[in-house]
Nanobody, 122 residues
C-alpha cells in the first residue's frame, strides 16, 4: 500500500492540527494504521494506532487525551487530530501500515508514508 501524509505545518503552542494519510494500491481496510513521529536527534516513536476496522485505538501514554486517531476506510484515509500542542511535539510525523495485530514498534510496520513536518512554536 502506498501512503501519503499531509497536514503538517507551523502552529503556536496550545493550537491544533489534523494530519491526514491517504492510502492506495491495496485494500486499506485490511491494515492496522499507525502514526509515529521523529524529532531531530531522537528515535522514531509510536504516537497512535487504529485497528483495521477502526473500532480499537491505541495511544502512547503522553499522547492520550490530546491526540485522536481515526480512519475512514471508504476514503482510504487515516487521521490524527492533535490538540493542545506543545513545543515538544515538534517532529516529522509518519503514517504506517501493517497487517496482523497491533504493534507499537516501527520495525513491525511494512509500509510508510513520506512524513509531514509539525512545528510547534512557544
Amino acid at each position: 500500500v502506498q501512503l501519503q501524509a499531509s497536514g503538517g505545518g507551523l502552529v503556536q503552542a496550545g493550537g491544533s492540527l489534523r494530519l491526514s494519510c491517504a492510502g492506495s494500491g491495496r485494500t486499506f481496510s485490511d491494515y492496522i494504521m499507525g502514526w509515529f513521529r521523529q524529532a531531530p536527534g531522537k528515535e522514531r516513536e509510536f504516537v497512535a494506532a487504529s485497528s483495521a476496522g477502526g473500532t480499537s485505538t491505541y495511544y502512547a501514554d503522553n499522547m492520550k487525551g490530546r491526540f485522536t486517531i481515526s480512519r475512514d476506510n471508504a476514503k482510504n484515509t487515516v487521521y490524527l487530530q492533535m490538540n493542545s500542542l506543545k513545543p515538544e511535539d515538534t517532529a516529522i510525523y509518519y503514517c504506517a501500515a501493517r497487517l496482523g495485530g497491533r504493534s507499537y514498534t516501527p520495525r513491525s510496520y511494512d509500509y510508510w508514508g513520506q512524513g509531514t513536518l509539525v512545528t510547534v512554536s512557544s
